[in-house]
């Protein structure tokens, strides 16, 4: 219902990826304006922070999300823990109010000493410093269009295997390799640790998809929409709010 009222009532409606935008005309035949994120690039990061973590440069794999169902945590854990990988994987994030959910992640890494819970970092450099320097960025995120997290990691040119949707295909185009089971993920995870060379590769190409996500562009698009508002065009009411399959019946 808040779909549908966005909807008809907007003035603009603002996709953040292709396949929001393909969403909002296929389920209403509405019309958007797909302006993305800005990646934020890391040509020469440090890593004196990540020390007080035990951690060393390019000598562990790295997961960024919220405890959420959606962004696949636990099957990115048991897939990692299915791997005969030697570098740890650190995992960052939680929710307070997901009690359930945390649970099946402690569950799905059981006694590994190979997979780190290390909770939310709220120091931005060191999570940087985790970005730019991990061996490979795991993103298990499947629904919201272009994820921040995701710009983070290509923009500091890190390898990333992701979860197989749509909205991460159109971020790292042939940069990524894709996961949809465990299983599929143990795999990539080995091929890594088996082929540097294959994961240096992938890292400059996910660096180059990042120049596709600048702030200066995105700044210029938002400005040329408001321009466009305060200039009286407007979309309001020129889609229902009904979606097409409800109008078919």
Known sequence: RAEGLAVRWSDA??????????????EFGADTNQIAYGAPVLDQPNHDLIGSLGLEPGDFHLLVARFEPENHVDLAVAGYRRSSAARPLVV????????????R?????????RIRLIGPVWDQ????????????????HSVG????????????GTATLAYDVVFNREVLRTAGRFFSKEEDLA????????????????????RQEAARY??????KRYEQLCEQLAAGRSQKGQASG???ADQAG
């Open 13 to 26: 409606l603002i996709a953040d990826a292709r396949g929001i935008q393909d969403y909002y005309r296929d």
């Open 92 to 103: 960052v994030g939680g929710a307070p109010y997901a009690d359930e959910y945390t649970n």
């Open 105 to 113: 992640i402690r569950a799905a890494a059981g006694d590994d000493p």
């Open 125 to 140: 450099a060191l999570l940087d410093q985790l970005y730019a320097n991990a061996y490979t960025y795991i993103h298990g």
């Open 145 to 156: 269009g272009t994820n921040p997290s995701l710009l983070r990691a290509i923009g500091a």
């Open 187 to 206: 795999a990539l995870v080995d091929r890594a640790e088996a082929a540097p060379e294959e994961v240096v590769r992938l890292g400059r190409c996910s």
């Open 214 to 219: 600048d702030w200066d562009d995105v700044a």
């Open 242 to 244: 009904r979606r097409r």
